[in-house]
């Protein structure tokens, strides 16, 4: 059996190299023995008949309307997925476009496909550099944000406390969104290459479901040494302790 890993509209959704989040996880299956591939969709046309898993990136605000329209006629597909529990990972504009909708500074108002809980809206200054986060079930996440809005409206079911960072802004002391298996971050970076807990998490889940089972291999420890020092390195420099 192979695992589907879909990267949903890269094309458009890839500015900070979030599709990448899709290759991150084939290799770790890779190197789990697991047989995975990463199959690119534009349009609903290419969707495959197998999907374990579900990538959707960052794009620009430029794009919007033109993603909005290509995950529009994926709605019904989005709606079956979450509900079997296919795990879902939307970063940055990808994850806006999955919320109640997205308020520009302009006024106008981009709806998205209601699959989060919350919304977009405008924040008072930019958002960059270092994004660290306090999840509880994933330890400390690492990455960077880049971007304009603010996320209100899911206070309820936050991915983490921010250490370090804005995060969902608005003074929440939050980062992300999450649904079931459905996760919203601002965390660029890849952020699955930065953080391993939570690739491996999600590959647990692929697994279980295509009745398998994920043990990371060898190679994924060598690996994971790496991202651990870097992970410290950002840590240092944020002045963040693992115990904060």
């Known amino acids: 059996m192979t695992l589907t890993i879909v990267s949903l509209l890269p094309k458009l959704q890839n500015t900070n190299g979030d599709a990448e989040n899709a290759r991150v996880l084939a290799a770790r299956a890779g190197w789990a023995g697991l047989?995975?591939?990463?199959?690119?969709?534009?349009?609903?046309?290419?969707?495959?008949?197998?999907?374990?898993?579900?990538?959707?990136?960052s794009g620009s605000?430029?794009?919007?309307?033109?993603?909005?329209?290509?995950?529009?006629?994926?709605?019904?597909?989005?709606?079956?997925?979450?509900?079997?529990?296919?795990p879902i990972l939307s970063v940055g504009t990808g994850w806006e476009l999955l919320s109640w909708g997205i308020?520009?500074?302009?006024?106008?108002?981009?709806?998205?496909?209601?699959?989060l809980p919350g919304r977009a809206v405008p924040g008072q200054n930019r958002a960059t550099g270092d994004l660290i986060l306090k999840s509880p079930r994933f330890g400390m996440l690492v990455g960077f944000e880049n971007r304009a809005r603010d996320y209100v409206g899911a206070e309820a079911s936050p991915l983490g406390r921010v250490?370090?960072?804005?995060?969902?802004?608005?003074?929440s002391g939050q980062e992300g969104a999450v649904m079931g298996n459905v996760y919203g971050t601002h965390l660029h970076g890849p952020v699955l290459a930065k953080?391993?807990?939570?690739?491996?998490?999600?590959?647990?889940?692929?697994?279980?479901?295509?009745?398998?089972?994920?043990?990371?291999?060898?190679?994924?420890?060598?690996?994971?040494?790496?991202?651990?020092?870097?992970?410290?390195s950002q840590l240092v420099a944020a002045g963040v302790t693992v115990s904060a």
């Open 103 to 115: 308020e520009l500074t302009s006024g106008h108002a981009v709806e998205g496909l209601g699959i």
């Open 163 to 171: 250490r370090a960072g804005r995060g969902n802004g608005r003074d």
């Open 61 to 86: 605000d430029s794009s919007l309307e033109e993603s909005r329209a290509a995950l529009l006629t994926m709605h019904d597909e989005f709606r079956r997925w979450g509900t079997e529990g296919v």
């Open 35 to 57: 047989d995975a591939t990463v199959v690119e969709v534009e349009s609903a046309a290419s969707i495959p008949d197998r999907v374990d898993a579900i990538v959707l990136g």
């Open 195 to 232: 953080n391993p807990a939570f690739a491996d998490h999600l590959l647990e889940v692929m697994a279980t479901r295509a009745g398998l089972e994920y043990v990371p291999g060898e190679h994924t420890r060598t690996v994971d040494s790496y991202a651990a020092a870097a992970r410290a």
